[in-house]
Each structure stands twice: as structure tokens, then as C-alpha cells.
């Protein structure tokens, strides 16, 4: 018995170093992300809802939202029983995919009230009324959906091998990793001058750093939906891989 165990063990630390992950992230998503984001992310979906969506006469925030409220609770639920868990490996990382979508959705919606905020109170009629929003919202679709196609490229079996310099900075070493860091480190410093100086001298920081939060954030977690996707997927295909105990 306790033989079968070490073996089934032994395999399955096998299988969590054979499963590709793509770039940008520096691990894979793995089935207790269920246990952890979708309570931190419920009562900010609740809130937004209420509070994004007050006076939403059209609706389209408060569905949202709504959505993100379902997806959120229905995965605490979900995540409360293991065996449910370990049973539907698939269907959870589906969940996780979806949980970070609302991570997504929550944080970019942040970003466009900052971007067409006008100084009033908080409600869905600054967004709706505000010139301002196509701007944001028609570039936001545009990166994610140019971004999700970028991720999904590099999980096809022929571009697997491909890895991005940021994700092998753990293999470099000496001079050459400090050099590295320095120069990203100075472009990094370069960039937040260059975009928050108009900003302060003009008086419009809350619409420059509401912009690029929603770009920074469209860029990112994208990586982590499409793991999950790739993650479902290879789960039914290696149904010992990850488990929780």
C-alpha cells in the first residue's frame, strides 16, 4: 500500500515538472487557486455592483457584474469539497479561468472610473455619459483579444520550447542578471517618468494612471486564463496530474 502511494506520488511530481506553462507567469496554475480568489474577489464583484452599476439605466454594468457574482460564488461553493474538486479537475480549472476573467472584468472597470471620472459621485452614468469610454473600452478589447491569441500561441506543441528572457531570469547568473535588471529597472523608472510628468503638470494623473492600470492588467491576466484553459485540457489527458488532499 504505502509503496503504491510513494509510486503514484513519484509520478505525479513527474508530471507537475513536465507540464509546460507559457510566458509571462512563473508558475502554473494549479487546482488550489479555487480555495483562495474567488473569496477575495466575491465582495469585490458585490460591491462593484452596487456601486458601479447604482443608476445603471442600460444595464450592461450591473450584468456584468452580476455574472461575476455568479462565477465567484458558484466556485466557493464549488471549492468547498475536495472531492468535487479532484473529481471535475477539468471543470475547475475551467472555474479558475473564469475566476480570473472577473479579476480581469473588476480591475479594468476601476481603471475606466478613474479614466472618465469628472468628479461626481460614483455611478454607472459617468461611464455612460462620459465621451471618454469608447476611447478606453474599444482599445482594452482590442489588447485582450490580440493578447489571448499571443498566450494560446506559444502553448501549441511546436512553440513550447520558446521562453521568454523574463521567464529564465533565475538561470542567469553574475554580472549578466544584475546588467539585466538594471536596464529593465532603468527603462521601468523611464516609462512611470515619462507617463505620470504631463499628467502632474496637466492635472489629469487619475486618467494616465487609469488608462495604464486597465493596459497593465489587460496585458497580464490573460496569461493566467489561458493556463487555465491549457490546464483543463491536459488534465483529461493526465487525470493523476494535481490533486488536492
Not at 466575491?42 to 460591491?47: D, E, K, Q, S
Not at 480549472?93 to 480591475?107: D, E, K, N, R
Not at 452614468?125 to 485582450?144: A, E, G, H, N, Q
Not at 528572457?165 to 542567469?172: G, L
Amino acid at each position: 500500500m504505502n509503496k503504491k502511494k510513494l509510486y503514484k506520488q513519484s509520478r505525479q511530481r513527474n508530471m507537475n515538472e513536465e507540464r509546460y506553462h507559457g510566458p509571462l507567469i512563473t508558475n502554473e496554475v494549479s487546482l488550489g487557486y479555487i480555495k483562495v480568489y474567488p473569496w477575495i474577489m466575491l465582495p469585490i464583484t458585490i460591491f462593484l455592483y452596487f456601486a458601479g452599476g447604482y443608476n445603471d439605466t442600460v444595464g450592461i454594468i450591473k450584468a456584468l457584474f452580476f455574472i461575476c457574482v455568479l462565477i465567484n460564488g458558484f466556485s466557493i461553493m464549488f471549492g468547498l469539497f475536495n472531492s468535487l474538486v479532484n473529481r471535475f479537475k477539468s471543470l475547475t480549472y475551467i472555474l479558475i479561468g473564469l475566476v480570473a476573467w472577473t479579476v480581469l472584468i473588476s480591475s479594468t472597470f476601476i481603471g475606466l472610473l478613474m479614466f472618465t471620472t469628472d468628479g461626481s459621485p460614483l455611478s454607472a452614468r459617468t461611464v455612460y455619459d462620459s465621451d471618454l469610454s469608447l476611447i478606453y473600452v474599444i482599445p482594452m478589447l482590442l489588447i485582450f483579444l490580440f493578447i489571448c491569441g499571443f498566450y494560446a500561441w506559444y502553448y501549441l506543441p511546436k512553440n513550447q520550447g520558446k521562453i521568454w528572457a523574463i521567464n529564465r531570469w533565475e538561470t542567469y547568473v553574475g554580472k549578466k542578471k544584475s546588467k539585466k535588471q538594471e536596464r529593465l529597472f532603468n527603462f521601468g523608472v523611464a516609462f512611470v517618468a515619462v507617463m505620470l510628468a504631463p499628467a502632474i503638470l496637466t492635472g489629469y494623473i487619475e486618467k494616465v494612471f487609469g488608462i495604464s492600470f486597465g493596459i497593465l492588467i489587460t496585458v497580464t491576466f490573460p496569461a493566467v486564463m489561458v493556463d487555465a484553459v491549457y490546464a483543463a485540457i491536459y488534465i483529461r489527458k493526465h487525470p493523476d496530474y494535481d490533486e488536492l488532499n
